[in-house]
């Protein structure tokens, strides 16, 4: 079923996410996240950062500058290499990405447009100009002179922030191998043609993780990893484990220096799409550091005194496709007492609240008073606990079950007289009376 048009409707109704500077018309390929959205978004980038570097031993956090050294890119070989098929209408003068006006590879030539007869999505022409490669990095200036000299890019993935701090990691610190380094933050691509609400946007959040490893012990670490991360996206995340999918990338579409690469896939409502990747990167990027600098990169086991260029594998998921799959997991619709209702079914862990307190009525100080103990009780407790006294009850009801607040605490005139409270279920709409202690 594709509900991606009522997700991202209701993403704006409750203040989840909002198309980016919306005030203004808009700017293609941006999103905003709204109060509840960046509380589920910081709650998602929290929990992975809980789970693979504070619990965790054996894999260290670092924040490297978004703006770098455009050496970088040369040596990562993204200035030859980062780009898209690119083509122009000669008709209507839109440009498209080549590959997505058919089913076409991203080799695909103008012939080949030509001869399948490819109609231009705006204008309905067929009328191609030559096939080019689009690079897209977001080029900027650096400093006050705005020459080739100061041109520098921000960076299109956050890996090589990791991977240029390495040496001083490794010289810093002297981690065991294998060790990893985390890191969470912004990553720019000037796609062609943004789209799917958040799945294909110029701007996003990257969580990668580089895992350097000994050569010989690749495969092992790989399958580990791969567990790991399994463990991560259905007992943490709570995704269903029905809609995930591993796709073992067959030779061909690996990069020439991977010899194993899975992307794990999974449903989105609009269909079947990359969700995250884990790839085994060899020791492609230290030995392309060590060229194009001259430091050695070498690490040198403390235990065997062996010498070597580390090897890697690199888990790497983005925040807004997580934060995505999340929200289409738990978006429902389903009928209670007759009438149809909205309900997010958020994992706890993952809500931007975990109760909503309310007195029953808001004109009775008695009962606002005592809901205020309680409020503050649960907030000193939970942290993440919500007040609403608007409308009916029936209303709160439906706004909670929205926004993907799993219980409803309501104080009633019982209260005042046993101390007990009305708690509803988010998932079930059931009612029941418990003492306030037992919150
Ligand atoms: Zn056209």
Redesign the pocket.
């Known amino acids: 079923m594709n509900n991606t048009e009522e997700i991202v409707s209701l993403c704006k109704r409750r203040g989840i996410i909002f198309p980016g500077s919306d005030v203004y018309g808009g700017m293609a390929g941006t999103w905003d996240f709204g109060p509840l959205g960046v509380a589920i978004k910081k709650k998602i980038m929290d929990e992975w950062w809980n789970f693979w570097v504070e619990k965790r031993d054996d894999i260290y956090g670092i924040d490297a500058a978004i703006l770098m050294n455009p050496r970088t890119w040369v040596a990562s070989g993204h200035t030859a290499t980062f780009s898209d098929p690119l083509v122009e209408?000669?008709?209507?003068?839109?440009r498209f990405r080549a590959d997505h006006l058919g089913d076409f590879s991203e080799h695909v030539t103008r012939q080949e447009l030509m001869d399948a007869a490819a109609k231009?999505?705006?204008?309905?022409?067929c009328?191609w100009g030559e096939v080019r490669q689009f690079n897209m990095m977001f080029e900027t200036h650096v400093g006050a002179v705005k020459n080739d000299t100061s041109v520098a890019y921000l960076r299109p993935e956050t890996a090589q922030g990791i991977f240029t701090n390495y040496k001083n990691v490794v010289d810093s610190i002297y981690p065991d191998i294998p060790f990893g380094l985390a890191q969470q933050g912004k990553a720019f691509r000037n796609e062609i043609s943004p789209r799917d609400f958040i799945l294909r946007d110029r701007e996003c959040s990257q969580m990668e993780i580089e895992y350097f490893v000994h050569p010989d012990t690749w495969e092992e670490n790989f399958e580990k990893l791969l567990d790991e991360t399994h463990y991560f996206l259905t007992d943490v995340m709570k995704l269903p484990k029905s809609k995930l999918h591993d796709l073992e990338v067959p030779a061909e579409d690996r990069a020439h220096y991977s010899k194993r690469t899975v992307d794990i896939e999974f449903d989105y409502p609009n269909g079947r799409e990359e969700l995250m990747g884990i790839a085994y990167r060899s020791d492609f990027d230290l030995q392309n550091i060590m060229k194009a600098s001259g430091k050695n990169v070498e690490y040198r086991d403390k235990n065997t005194k062996e010498t070597f260029v580390p090897h890697v594998i690199e888990p790497s998921i983005g925040v807004e496709r997580l934060m995505f799959a999340v929200l289409s997991a738990a978006y429902d619709e389903d009928e209670i007492d007759g009438s149809r209702r909205v309900v997010l079914r958020l994992p706890e862990n993952l809500a931007p609240f975990r109760f909503c307190v309310s007195p029953l009525l808001k004109n009775k100080s008695e009962l606002v008073e005592k809901a205020k103990f309680v409020y503050d009780k649960l907030r000193e407790k939970y942290g993440n606990v919500t007040w609403d006294d608007s409308g009916n009850i029936g209303k709160r009801y439906r706004k909670q079950d929205e926004i993907g607040t799993p219980k409803c605490v309501v104080i009633d005139f019982d209260t005042l007289e046993d101390g007990t409270v009305t708690v509803r279920d988010r998932d079930t709409a059931k009612q029941t009376r418990i003492k306030i202690e037992e919150l």
């Open positions: 209408c000669g008709n209507c003068h839109g231009c999505p705006t204008c309905h022409q009328d």
